[in-house]
T-cell receptor
Framework: SQQGEEDPQALSIQEGENATMNCSYK?????LQWYRQNSGRGLVHLIL?????REKHSGRLRVTLDTSKKSSSLLITASRAADTASYFC??????????????FGSGTQLTVLP | DGGITQSPKYLFRKEGQNVTLSCEQN?????MYWYRQDPGQGLRLIYY???????QKGDIAEGYSVSREKKESFPLTVTSAQKNPTAFYLC??????????FGEGSRLTVL
């Protein structure tokens, strides 16, 4: 089963509004990452938050992490039509290996209407 | 430019044929990964490699094979044993921090 699950599955908002997506996971993690995927393209890394961090910002993106609830949220402020994409959370499990495997959720499809 | 190059972008396969998807990176990353994505779904790990000449099975390795003879290259072969190969295939490479860099994907369709 998926380690991370995004909610909602689909979100439609007007340009200029804020978009919030949530991610829940099941086991202890080393870090949690958010990626964006435009239709038919590869994924692009947006932001990484470590298990000992609670909040992180990058431009119009704000990510929070609550390890007690095993959940994270991605907030995109002042959305633009170009933000239309699928957004995935990915969790890196605590591992002794040098290459941490990421487990991806099923994504939130965000549509920003002009 | 540094990055990951996947080819071909589109590939059609007849039943019973093996096909190989190419993945090349010039980011000097040790780790490389292959994921499969089905419509409206997340990514599922097929194979990954942490170092040259070594690779491990992911969650859905059956019907696939890989090699890692060079640091820059991690080709994926979809064999005739893979019963439902139509999908979008994504290659990625990684840094020690866990962040992944993805190629643009290869879309495989079985005719």
């Amino acid at each position: 089963s998926q380690q991370g699950e995004e909610d909602p599955q689909a979100l439609s908002i007007q340009e200029g509004e804020n978009a919030t997506m949530n991610c829940s996971y099941k086991t202890s993690i080393n870090n949690l990452q958010w990626y964006r995927q435009n239709s038919g393209r590869g994924l692009v890394h947006l932001i990484l938050i470590r298990s000992n961090e609670r909040e992180k910002h990058s431009g119009r993106l704000r990510v929070t992490l609550d390890t007690s609830k095993k959940s994270s949220s991605l907030l995109i402020t002042a959305s633009r039509a170009a933000d239309t994409a699928s957004y995935f959370c990915a969790t890196a499990l605590i591992s002794s290996g040098s290459a941490r495997q990421l487990t991806f959720g099923s994504g939130t499809q965000l549509t920003v209407l002009p | 430019d540094g990055g990951i190059t996947q080819s071909p972008k589109y590939l059609f396969r007849k039943e019973g044929q093996n096909v190989t998807l190419s993945c090349e990176q010039n980011l000097n990353h040790d780790a490389m990964y292959w994921y499969r994505q089905d419509p409206g779904q997340g990514l599922r790990l097929i194979y990954y490699s942490q170092i040259v000449n070594d690779f491990q099975k992911g969650d859905i390795a059956e019907g696939y094979s890989v090699s890692r003879e060079k640091k820059e290259s991690f080709p994926l072969t979809v064999t005739s044993a893979q019963k439902n190969p139509t999908a979008f295939y994504l290659c990625a490479s990684g840094t020690g921090s866990g962040e992944l860099f993805f190629g643009e994907g290869s879309r495989l369709t079985v005719l």
